[in-house]
């Protein structure tokens, strides 16, 4: 009766917590109810409904996806535009405000057709994904550039070496310009100039802001960041998300800014200020889910016959560590940690590195993951022996432990004393199998992160899989593949998920029975529950966790070989619980 107790209740655990996760998921990241929405009832924000978000993020809703193209394509038809073109991004300057609010990355496809467009950063002011950057000033007694100045340009197409400049004359005898150059990578200098030509002395104050949607927010995850983002005082700040501005409404983060902006699982766009200068850096939601981040520096007054300059930057593109670290070493302070390291970054870069190199070598993905968990787990493997060593030892002992707790079992601490006394007659040591698996625990999460927050993985193939960076598209539910459509959340079981589930199983079933009959069977249950709770995760960490696995299951074949009396022992305990069944 009490087996059938512990059996309900392992259950009764397991069910809940495969159904509280999936709770939990829904209402950390709720789903709107209706996914297709006419174009027109996405006219106004206050008939939105609620923002879908996926895990890379852009437009989920197929209404905004259409009312996008459409937008942006009625937009960039405007002659008021000068074009970008670059290494690695293209796109146009709005000549009306002088606004950078069109920019693809060159280098990533929005997804794995073969005709997929390029992933767009910046769409123009009203669009449904609308992210754009202006630089400007704030003037308390001149008549400044607006949004609705149209601005003259020099210089015809902003590529790599190839400057652009916009003026503007305010006919009160200040000039204004705006000197714009790109490297070859993602940023973009903006040197702002004003010229006082008049005759008494002026007060401006230069800024830069990006002002942005949070519809194509990425989900904000536990392990990486989505929302706004910087680093005030030498130190990032991952704490700020969309929910914070609305019910704040603006936030001033202590400390110098050496940059700030908006991030995305992916993506990032920030601004960088003027070397050796601190401007006022702040967030704000501005309604409708659109939210700005700005820095404006101090007021400074230009004397009639002077001039004023500040160099500004901005990077709009991909979070590829090599290239923010790149700049980090050219001086802009953290700029490696707008990609959410954590606490283990000391062991991610390595791992990236790792991955990069292996990737370069064999030219798959899915064959790096698994290569790189068969170094990961080589080198790991000494620690795995003595953890496994110190299991023989303890399970030698166990007949002895309890002739000792049935001796002793109405005198506790009497029973302490004397097994404190077995274990060092007997060289014992009852945490040594615990020490090894602390140290294991910060490397093989680091190699979790790694895969979550590597853009190198996206969009890159394995056998079946198409991205590596998303859920396994072959599920049962669509007969792996065969059916056109995606089975929703934890219900979606891939083929990846089922080996998860097989293999943790198996090596479940290799361990020493629990001597708790209700830990056993919550051990029993544990991995088909983790089976549904990662079938939504990235197909290139189920890779990773499967490899481990069978691994795992290797590791345990060779070490029980080694230590005969443990495998006897485990396989007396397999042949008493059939026993016991039957």
Same mark, same amino acid.
């Given at each position: 009766?009490?087996?059938?107790?512990?059996?309900?209740?392992?259950?009764?655990?397991?069910?809940?917590?495969?159904?509280?996760?999936?709770?939990?998921?829904?209402?950390?990241?709720?789903?709107?109810?209706?996914?297709?929405?006419?174009?027109?009832?996405?006219?106004?924000?206050?008939?939105?409904?609620?923002?879908?978000?996926?895990?890379?993020?852009?437009?989920?809703?197929?209404?905004?996806?259409?009312?996008?193209?459409?937008?942006?394509?009625?937009?960039?038809?405007?002659?008021?535009?000068?074009?970008?073109?670059?290494?690695?991004?293209?796109?146009?300057?709005?000549?009306?405000?002088?606004?950078?609010?069109?920019?693809?990355?060159?280098?990533?496809?929005?997804?794995?057709?073969?005709?997929?467009?390029?992933?767009?950063?910046?769409?123009?002011?009203?669009?449904?994904?609308?992210?754009?950057?202006?630089?400007?000033?704030?003037?308390?007694?001149?008549?400044?550039?607006?949004?609705?100045?149209?601005?003259?340009?020099?210089?015809?197409?902003?590529?790599?070496?190839?400057?652009?400049?916009?003026?503007?004359?305010?006919?009160?005898?200040?000039?204004?310009?705006?000197?714009?150059?790109?490297?070859?990578?993602?940023?973009?200098?903006?040197?702002?100039?004003?010229?006082?030509?008049? $005759?008494?002395?002026?007060?401006?104050?230069?800024? $830069?802001?990006?002002?942005?949607?949070?519809?194509?927010?990425?989900?904000?995850?536990?392990?990486?960041?989505?929302?706004?983002?910087?680093?005030?005082?030498?130190?990032?700040?991952?704490?700020?998300?969309?929910?914070?501005?609305?019910?704040?409404?603006?936030?001033?983060? %202590?400390?110098?800014?050496?940059?700030?902006?908006?991030?995305?699982?992916?993506?990032?766009?920030?601004?960088?200020?003027?070397?050796?200068?601190?401007?006022?850096?702040?967030?704000?939601?501005?309604?409708?889910?659109?939210?700005?981040?700005?820095?404006?520096?101090?007021?400074?007054?230009?004397?009639?016959?002077?001039?004023?300059?500040?160099?500004?930057?901005?990077?709009?593109?991909?979070?590829?560590?090599?290239?923010?670290?790149?700049?980090?070493?050219?001086?802009?302070?953290?700029?490696?940690?707008?990609?959410?390291?954590?606490?283990?970054?000391?062991?991610?870069?390595?791992?990236?590195?790792?991955?990069?190199?292996?990737?370069?070598?064999?030219?798959?993905? $899915?064959?790096?993951?698994?290569?790189?968990?068969?170094?990961?787990?080589?080198?790991?493997?000494?620690?795995?022996?003595?953890?496994?060593?110190?299991?023989?030892?303890?399970?030698?002992?166990?007949?002895?432990?309890?002739?000792?707790?049935?001796?002793?079992?109405?005198?506790?601490?009497?029973? %302490?004393?004397?097994?404190?006394?077995?274990?060092?007659?007997?060289?014992?040591?009852?945490?040594?199998?615990?020490?090894?698996?602390?140290?294991?625990?910060?490397?093989?999460?680091?190699?979790?992160?790694?895969?979550?927050?590597?853009?190198?993985?996206?969009?890159?193939?394995?056998?079946?899989?198409?991205?590596?960076?998303?859920?396994?598209?072959?599920?049962?539910?669509?007969?792996?593949?065969?059916?056109?459509?995606?089975?929703?959340?934890?219900?979606?079981?891939?083929?990846?998920?089922?080996?998860?589930?097989?293999?943790?199983?198996?090596?479940?079933?290799?361990?020493?029975?629990?001597?708790?009959?209700?830990?056993?069977?919550?051990?029993?249950?544990?991995?088909?529950?983790?089976?549904?709770?990662?079938?939504?995760?990235?197909?290139?960490?189920?890779?990773?966790?499967?490899?481990?696995?069978?691994?795992?299951?290797?590791? %345990?074949?060779?070490?029980?070989?080694?230590?005969?009396?443990?495998?006897?022992?485990?396989?007396?305990?397999?042949?008493?619980?059939?026993?016991?069944?039957?």
């Amino acid at each position: 009766m009490q087996d059938h107790r512990n059996i309900l209740l392992a259950i009764l655990l397991s069910v809940l917590l495969l159904f509280g996760w999936d709770a939990a998921m829904n209402y950390l990241y709720p789903q709107p109810e209706e996914v297709a929405r006419t174009v027109e009832k996405v006219d106004t924000p206050s008939e939105q409904v609620a923002a879908q978000h996926s895990r890379t993020g852009g437009l989920v809703d197929p209404a905004e996806l259409a009312r996008e193209k459409v937008d942006v394509a009625q937009a960039l038809a405007s002659p008021d535009r000068v074009r970008i073109d670059s290494p690695k991004v293209a796109g146009s300057i709005n000549l009306r405000g002088a606004v950078i609010d069109d920019i693809v990355l060159k280098d990533y496809d929005e997804n794995t057709d073969a005709d997929s467009d390029p992933v767009r950063l910046f769409s123009p002011r009203g669009t449904p994904a609308q992210q754009f950057a202006q630089f400007g000033w704030v003037g308390s007694n001149i008549a400044v550039p607006d949004a609705d100045t149209v601005w003259e340009a020099e210089g015809g197409v902003l590529g790599q070496g190839r400057p652009v400049t916009l003026r503007h004359d305010n006919g009160q005898g200040q000039q204004f310009a705006i000197r714009l150059t790109i490297d070859d990578n993602y940023m973009i200098t903006a040197q702002q100039s004003v010229a006082n030509v008049g $005759g008494a002395p002026i007060v401006v104050q230069p800024f $830069g802001l990006i002002n942005r949607t949070s519809r194509t927010a990425s989900e904000d995850l536990w392990v990486a960041h989505s929302g706004p983002i910087g680093v005030f005082g030498d130190a990032a700040d991952y704490d700020i998300d969309y929910s914070t501005l609305d019910e704040d409404g603006r936030v001033t983060p %202590q400390g110098r800014p050496s940059w700030l902006g908006f991030t995305d699982i992916y993506w990032l766009s920030a601004l960088v200020p003027q070397d050796g200068t601190s401007p006022n850096a702040t967030f704000r939601p501005l309604g409708g889910e659109t939210y700005r981040s700005d820095m404006i520096y101090e007021p400074v007054t230009v004397p009639a016959g002077s001039s004023l300059s500040t160099t500004s930057r901005l990077y709009a593109g991909a979070k590829d560590s090599t290239v923010l670290d790149s700049y980090q070493d050219a001086g802009i302070a953290q700029f490696g940690l707008a990609i959410d390291w954590g606490w283990f970054r000391w062991f991610e870069k390595p791992f990236l590195w790792l991955l990069k190199n292996i990737f370069a070598l064999v030219g798959n993905f $899915g064959v790096a993951i698994i290569l790189l968990t068969i170094i990961v787990r080589g080198a790991m493997f000494p620690v795995a022996q003595k953890q496994f060593a110190s299991m023989a030892s303890m399970k030698a002992i166990q007949p002895k432990m309890k002739a000792l707790q049935e001796k002793y079992k109405d005198d506790r601490q009497k029973q %302490q004393q004397e097994i404190m006394a077995l274990y060092k007659r007997e060289k014992v040591n009852p945490v040594a199998g615990c020490l090894p698996m602390l140290l294991q625990i910060p490397i093989f999460f680091a190699l979790y992160k790694v895969l979550i927050l590597a853009i190198e993985m996206r969009h890159r193939d394995f056998l079946w899989i198409k991205d590596l960076s998303a859920p396994d598209p072959a599920t049962i539910l669509n007969l792996f593949g065969l059916l056109p459509f995606q089975p929703p959340g934890f219900l979606a079981i891939g083929v990846l998920a089922l080996l998860l589930g097989f293999t943790m199983w198996l090596t479940f079933k290799l361990n020493p029975n629990m001597g708790d009959p209700i830990q056993q069977q919550i051990f029993n249950i544990m991995p088909w529950i983790l089976m549904f709770v990662m079938a939504p995760f990235a197909a290139g960490l189920l890779l990773y966790w499967v490899t481990s696995n069978v691994l795992t299951l290797a590791q %345990q074949k060779y070490l029980y070989s080694k230590h005969p009396k443990l495998r006897a022992q485990a396989e007396k305990e397999q042949a008493e619980e059939a026993a016991a069944k039957a």
